[in-house]
């Protein structure tokens, strides 16, 4: 029996629409229910993929564990904190990356890398150490002095990668993880989070790309409209079938024939 | 240590910008320039037809030269006998007259016979420098008689003395004008670090470390506080040396203040820096964007500069001032201006100033935590 590492219990969010946003979904309700009751654990060494149309609740799931965002109801345990009681102690052991965090034009990766290293409490010796590793890895080294606004979209994603993951965390959590990526920076990334695994760390993704799911996860959970729709092991989940196709039967099956 | 490394990202973000220094900077240096060309254009500028009234002690030939000068340029004088100088005085303080001439007994012919002794004869003239009128009478005096010849000396006497007249100036404009440099000091630096980076997501990256919400709202205000005072040192600086030539007077009033005033002064000047970074803080953490921000500073910085100037027309407020944030600043700097030492009320009033940027600390350590304000769509 593995580790559990990141154990989500209930989880529940509501969120209150905007008269702006009731009109963008076109709708009366003043309250949309992003996640209802979500519970999954995701182990050491192992990919967690979340997988589920836009506005499932992937998302929101994944702010509730890097602690952006607290549960309405439920709770859910990342490394045995708490992520309602314990924010502090989660993101120091947490890395998140998502593109809704953005790094500041201003300053180049070498200085952001130190600087987040800091505010992860890592004394100078580890970050230079750090830095060197995860530098070479990701080819930061060639546009280290150069100020983050003139980098390319590439270069930034990886930039933000090594920053999100400067303090060596046990859990690390990326939203989209290839999203906007070229070939070549996507199969760094994929190729990272196979590595990580292999390290011992435990990864939570989220996708709805079908074969980044097929190819990195050990486990997916489907999420439809906030609920866990299935979940298990692609061999378990897929009985056969190919990822798609039995995401799209799952659909079916709770929404009706409505593709 | 992540404290640390908060504060010295804002310092490092300043001074490695030069575009943010220009900006914190220039405003002083364009005061300076525009003040001095503006008093260099007063004082030059022609002026309209005036009637001098000028009480005359002793003879010379050189009053009707005088005369004839002030009739050429299109101006009228009355010369009236000087019979009783105070009250001549209190006169020239009312505007009603222009100046006093007093040539010592038998000018013309120590000037003639060239005997002077061991110093030369002196023409007094006593006259207001705080009156148009009456400084340009002085001018007109003096640039004559100069021309004339250098045998004998002039020596310019005012009615007022010239500290009375820097401290009337300085009372009721000085606190007025610190305390709207500093406001625009903290308000172009902290929109663009706090509000910005809530708009740009980069607050958020820093949200998701460990670091203590507490350490962020510090590790804000702190920097944002220094960077303001440099910005608002240099606009008051600008003001400072720039108001001789506004008003046409000289600094040296400035050495009539004693180094306790200037050590109540500084506190109070002080103090208000971190309080408004504080409050616009507040509010840009509270907007979603940096326009939005810049709307609600806008009315905030209008609410302080009333507060500010209503000092100016109201003669004396009560020591409840002292709990009145930014008031009490101004109300006891004016006291100092004027003369006056309120020890206890400048030291409360910096307190009490200290305490409510600690409690908006907490506030905007409480928002940071609020997801529906860091997070809310």
Known sequence: MKDIVVRADSLHKTFTLSRRQRKLEKTGETKKVAVDGLSFSACRGEIYGLLGPNGAGKTTT??????????????????????????????DCVGFMTSELKLEKFFTPDYLFQFFGAMHGMSKDKIAE????????????????????????????????????????????????????????????????????????????STHIFSLAEKLCDRVGVIIDGKMAA????????????????????????????L | M??????????????????LIVTMLLPGILIFALYSILGNAIYSE??????????????????????????????????????????????????????????????????????????????????????EASMTFYSIASATLQEIGSRFEIAPQSVRSEPELGREVMTTILPFIIVCFVFSACMSVTLESVAGEKERGTLATV????????????????????????????????????????????????????VWSYILLLPLLLCIVPLIVAVIATVSTLSRSVKEASAYTGVLMILVMVVSIITSFVPS????????????????????????????????????NLLYTAVLVVIITKMLSSERIMFGK
Request: with cysteine.
């Open chain 2, 2 to 19: 992540k404290l640390l490394a908060l504060i010295k990202k804002e310092f490092y973000r300043f001074f490695r910008d030069p575009r």
């Open chain 2, 207 to 258: 949200l998701v470390t460990s670091a203590r919400r507490s350490d962020v709202a510090i590790g804000k205000i702190v920097p944002l506080a220094c960077v303001s005072m440099l910005g608002a040192l240099s606009s008051f600086l600008g003001i400072a040396l720039s108001m001789p030539k506004l008003m046409g007077m000289s600094l040296g009033f400035l050495g009539t203040y004693s």
């Open chain 1, 130 to 205: 750090r830095k060197r590793d995860l530098f070479t890895r990701f080819g930061v080294n060639a546009f280290a002095g150069v100020k983050v606004g003139d980098l390319s979209t590439g270069m930034l994603q990886k930039v933000s990668l090594v920053i999100s993951i400067v303090h060596d965390p046990d859990v690390v959590i990326f939203d989209e993880p290839t999203n906007g990526l070229d070939v070549l920076t996507a199969k760094v990334v994929t190729d990272f989070l196979m590595e990580l695994r292999a390290m011992g760390k435990s990864v939570l993704l």
């Open chain 1, 231 to 258: 979940e298990g092991t692609l061999e378990e989940l897929c009985g056969g079938f190919s990822l798609e196709d039995r995401f799209f039967s799952i659909y079916r099956d709770l929404k009706g024939d409505v």
């Open chain 2, 46 to 131: 022609e002026e309209e037809a005036r009637a001098y009234r000028i009480y005359l002690q002793g003879e010379s030939s050189l009053v009707t030269v005088l005369e004839e000068v002030i009739k050429e340029s299109g101006d009228t004088v009355e010369f009236l006998p000087l019979e009783d100088e105070e009250s001549a005085k209190a006169e020239i303080e009312e505007g009603e007259a222009a100046a006093i001439l007093v040539f010592p007994e038998g000018f013309d012919e120590t000037l003639l016979m060239g005997v002077f002794g061991e110093t030369k004869p002196a023409v007094r003239i006593v006259y207001d420098p705080s009156d």
């Open chain 2, 317 to 352: 407020f009560g020591d409840w001032t002292v709990v009145v944030p930014v008031l009490n600043a101004v109300v006891y700097m004016q006291r100092i201006l004027q003369g006056g030492l309120p020890v206890w009320q400048s030291l409360v009033s910096v307190g009490v």
């Open chain 1, 62 to 91: 994944l702010r509730m564990l890097s602690t952006l965002i607290k549960p309405d109801a439920g709770d859910a345990s990342v490394m045995g904190h708490s992520v309602v009681k314990e924010s502090g102690k989660v993101r």
